[in-house]
């Protein structure tokens, strides 16, 4: 266990429905990463947070896709009219920047999402 | 932009032999970190090992070495000793060392088979 982790881990919904996912990442940990895996393929970078400050996003981010990190805590990930090409494996990390080795992305268990 | 390639997409290995997973890489830059992760079935990737491109001396951990020739963009994993729970997916990976590029491009991975 890294200390990472992921609600729900699994996720079920129709295509057109709404989802959200949520992140609680390393409590000392200011910087915190979405990327999203397809089967057979390694993650792809999302977004990342440092504190509340979202600070890149990826051209994978449509617009139906948005993430937060209020309070520069956890953070969640919300998809809007899910599309069958979302499903996927979608993972959280969180690092501490600067940190020299510190600053390594610790990932979570990943959500699941099956859009059917 | 930089990429990560991973050309074994499946390798096997007798127990307690040792294996070698190989990764090349492409970037412009001349600072940057590369990771070794392993992904277990259903379980949460975790850090194996991590390499500055600094630093001429390979990184090692216990079993786990790599090879880092920068000038051929090529960073190998060499496994010592394979136990059953080193059966995996291994995915190579590179990180920018500036600090505001600080998402993680990762290769397609190779999936490690350990035979009893």
């Known amino acids: 266990d890294t200390g990472v982790s992921q609600d729900p881990r699994h996720k079920i919904t129709k295509r057109g429905q709404n989802v959200t996912f949520r992140c609680d990442p390393i409590?000392?940990?200011?910087?915190l990463y979405w990327y999203r895996q397809t089967l057979g393929q390694g993650p792809e970078f999302l977004t990342y947070?440092?504190?509340?400050?979202?600070?890149?996003k990826s051209r994978l981010l449509s617009d139906r896709f948005s993430a937060e990190r209020p309070k520069g805590s956890f953070s969640t990930l919300e998809i809007q009219r899910t599309e069958q090409g979302d499903s996927a494996m979608y993972l959280c990390?969180?690092?501490?920047?600067?940190?020299?080795?510190?600053?390594?992305?610790?990932f979570g268990p990943g959500t699941r999402l099956t859009v059917l | 932009a930089q990429t990560v390639t991973q050309s074994q997409p499946e390798m096997s290995v007798q127990e307690a032999e040792t294996v070698t997973l190989s990764c090349t890489y492409d970037?412009?830059?001349?600072?940057?970190?590369l990771f070794w992760y392993k992904q277990p079935p259903s379980r949460q990737m975790i850090l194996v090992i991590r390499?500055?491109?600094?630093?001429?001396q390979n990184a090692t951990e216990n079993r786990f070495s790599v090879n880092f020739q920068k000038a051929a963009k090529s960073f190998s994993l060499k496994i010592s000793d394979s136990q059953l729970g080193d059966a995996a997916m291994y995915f190579c990976?590179?990180?920018?060392?500036?600090?505001?590029?600080?998402?993680?491009?990762f290769g397609k991975g190779t999936r490690l088979h350990i035979l009893p």
């Open positions: 990390a969180s690092s501490l920047v600067p940190g020299g080795s510190t600053d390594t992305q610790y």
């Open positions: 409590s000392e940990h200011n910087r």
């Open positions: 947070f440092q504190n509340e400050a979202q600070l890149e």
């Open positions: 970037t412009s830059e001349s600072d940057y970190y």
């Open positions: 390499q500055e491109a600094y630093k001429q």
């Open positions: 990976a590179y990180r920018s060392a500036r600090n505001r590029d600080d998402k993680i491009i």
